[in-house]
């Protein structure tokens, strides 16, 4: 399996819908058992700010582009290109001040409610 980075982010924003009138800025890229890759450009949604909600599975962000704070529950730290991050199933989380060319892979993966340590 192979994911393209420019042909995924030349997909986005993809159709409008729930909460994305403007689009919606994420595309799945693969799938594979209980682990799935999005792309995420967040600035393609037209809204200015990432309005996610907590996710049930595990999740690793790795920046692809651009540049953002990320916020995990309280804490705050400024992410770029290169970067990887790591959110446990259930937390809180969202990218804060991102530029516009701003991109990154996400990857769900494990069981509901996370891997236990």
Same mark, same amino acid.
């Given at each position: ?56 599975? *595990? $999740?690793?962000?790795? #920046? %692809?582009? /651009?540049?953002?704070? !990320?916020?995990?529950? *309280? $804490?705050?730290?400024? #992410? %770029?290109? /290169?970067?990887?991050? !790591? ?14 060319? !701003? ?15």
């Amino acid at each position: 399996m192979k994911a393209d980075f420019l042909t995924h982010l030349a997909a986005l924003p993809q159709a409008p819908g729930g909460d994305y009138p403007h689009g919606t800025p994420f595309i799945r890229a693969l799938a594979h058992g209980s682990m799935s890759v999005e792309l995420f450009a967040p600035a393609t949604s037209g809204l200015g700010r990432d309005i996610q909600q907590p996710h049930t599975q *595990d $999740e690793l962000y790795i #920046v %692809q582009r /651009g540049r953002s704070a !990320f916020r995990l529950r *309280d $804490e705050r730290t400024e #992410v %770029q290109t /290169g970067d990887v991050l !790591f959110v446990p199933a259930g937390a809180p989380h969202r990218f804060e001040d991102f530029s516009q060319d !701003f991109v990154t892979w996400v990857v769900f993966y494990g069981p509901p409610e996370g891997e236990k340590p």
